[in-house]
């Protein structure tokens, strides 16, 4: 690869912006490189970079996935209700995994068969598992949970490492090999860029979809399980909003809104981005509204700048046959 061909590169631009706020960061606190501020680093968000991973798979395909947030919590919530009513804490947990197994299978069989767009299918699914979790707790707030499950949220499991640190490397190592390496990965792209093509070229569009959306509400029920874990505490409203920062580490990674591009490690260069931001304005006292407008306006970037650079190489290409022609 040439050095231009190197710098027209989405991860490039990334890696230089982390380097930036990098060393931002460690000029405003000399405990910012400690390892126990690295692992805070990423314990703080970790639920919804766990997110992100099965996210990209959906807007590589195409779609858009609104209702993660609400899959979250209402998983959080069903451990909650459950427990607190005298169900065992392991049944439980797989009473919310299941919950979200059928969140996703709603979601995508209305999009995938139906042929209903995502956006308003899973705008609605977020309207209405956040209603089903409000219903479960009202305005209570649930916890004193079992030591052990409170463990998988709080306690280290190897050396300093927490389990959902863990469990986020082993993700982010199968999503890399899945969608990079595989079969499945390359169909999920070839339906992004043409869903037409890609029935003709004999790709189940339909099931693929409906597979794509069911480890999205699974993940995400995963996901809410050790948010709740973490806590130690469930409300009604708990993960409310995480969906803004999901979608923003995925497209700011350089995958298309439109679907058929990017890459995880362009996500996984734009969760470190996202996180050391959010780290080094929290060193600096910035109050968590502006932290979440600052993402907003990543989010807005992220989908601006590449469509921009995309017209300008059109325009360019143009240009150039025009001359030719001439």
Not at 21 to 50: C, G, H, T
Not at 270 to 276: M, P
Request: aromatic share 8%.
């Amino acid at each position: 690869m040439t050095p231009q061909n190197l710098l027209r590169r989405w991860e490039t631009l990334l890696v230089v912006l982390l380097a930036v706020v990098v060393v931002i960061n460690v000029a405003q606190s000399p405990f910012y490189l400690r390892l126990d501020n690295i692992i805070n680093l990423f314990q703080l968000s970790i639920e919804k970079i766990i997110v992100a991973l099965v996210m990209t798979f959906v807007i590589t395909s195409g779609e858009i996935d609104l209702s993660v947030s609400a899959v979250m919590g209402l998983a959080a919530c069903i451990i909650a209700f459950l427990y607190s009513h005298g169900t065992n804490m392991a049944i439980a947990v797989v009473i919310a995994l299941l919950a979200g197994v059928a969140c996703g299978a709603f979601n995508g069989l209305w999009v995938a068969y139906g042929r209903l767009p995502a956006l308003a299918v899973t705008l609605a699914g977020l309207i209405g598992y956040r209603g089903i979790a409000r219903i479960l707790l009202e305005d209570k707030s649930i916890g004193q949970f079992p030591d052990w499950f409170n463990a998988l949220g709080q306690q280290p499991l190897v050396g300093p490492l927490p389990v959902a640190l863990i469990l986020f490397a082993i993700l982010l190592i199968c999503a890399i090999v899945i969608l990079q390496r595989t079969p499945f990965g390359r169909y999920i792209y070839v339906i992004g860029n043409n869903r037409e093509v890609a029935r003709y070229s004999g790709i189940d569009v339909r099931r693929m979809k409906l597979i794509v959306f069911i480890a999205s509400g699974t993940v995400a029920a995963l996901a809410g399980i050790l948010l709740a874990a973490r806590l130690g505490a469930v409300r009604g409203n708990t993960a409310e909003g995480f969906e803004l920062d999901i979608i923003t580490m995925v497209l700011l990674g350089g995958v298309s809104i439109f679907g058929g591009s990017g890459t995880l490690v362009g996500v996984a260069l734009s969760i470190l981005l996202i996180l050391n931001l959010r780290n080094g304005m929290s060193l600096a006292d910035i109050t968590g509204n502006t932290q979440t407008g600052v993402i907003g306006a990543l989010l807005i970037l992220s989908v601006l700048v590449p469509n921009l650079f995309g017209a300008f190489r059109d325009s360019r290409a143009k240009s150039r046959r025009a001359a030719r022609a001439t």
